[in-house]
């Protein structure tokens, strides 16, 4: 009988411990890096903010967020768990006050267990030639809607692979 009494109170905590965590157990898990790099006036983290949604979950991170690694360069101290597989929608917005000056949205295929990599870069021409990733990325460009600034383009930067997997 007691037999039948652990294994209900295994159970029991098996069920409890799938539902506490809406992105899923650790070794299932996908995870997103995020990255800015700018110069000039755009240089600040904080005029950037990350939407990312994955069905009915939905993470917000302020540009001012992250950690500053050097002159015109931030990115996420610790990767953002993301619920996978499926798609995942990303929308970034740069922001001079209350003007947006660019928004890039994109949806990404996630796959279980993967670390992904989301760099924005804020200039002229194709960034890959910046890239600190290995592989080869996936590159989106979306207009900057101001002069003066010294960029045209808002470039999103997308790569990916298996956790543990290198280039």
Request: net charge negative.
């Amino acid at each position: 009988m007691k037999r039948h009494h652990g294994w209900a109170l295994l159970a029991l905590v098996a069920a409890a411990a799938s539902c506490s965590d809406p992105v899923g157990p650790a070794s299932e898990r996908s995870v997103l890096n995020l990255r800015y790099e700018a110069t000039g006036p755009l240089a600040d983290a904080r005029l950037l903010t990350f939407n990312v949604a994955n069905g009915g979950w939905h993470a917000a991170v302020h540009g001012g967020d992250l950690d500053y690694q050097g002159p015109g360069i931030w990115w996420t101290n610790e990767p953002l768990p993301i619920a996978s597989p499926g798609t995942l929608d990303i929308e970034v917005l740069l922001r001079d006050g209350a003007d947006t000056l660019a928004v890039g949205r994109m949806p990404f295929d996630v796959r279980r267990g993967w670390s992904y990599g989301l760099e924005v870069y804020i200039g002229r021409g194709d960034p890959r030639r910046f890239s600190w990733v290995i592989c080869i990325p996936d590159v989106y460009a979306f207009p900057i809607r101001a002069s003066g600034m010294g960029a045209d383009s808002l470039y999103l930067v997308w790569s990916g692979l298996p956790r543990g997997a290198i280039c």
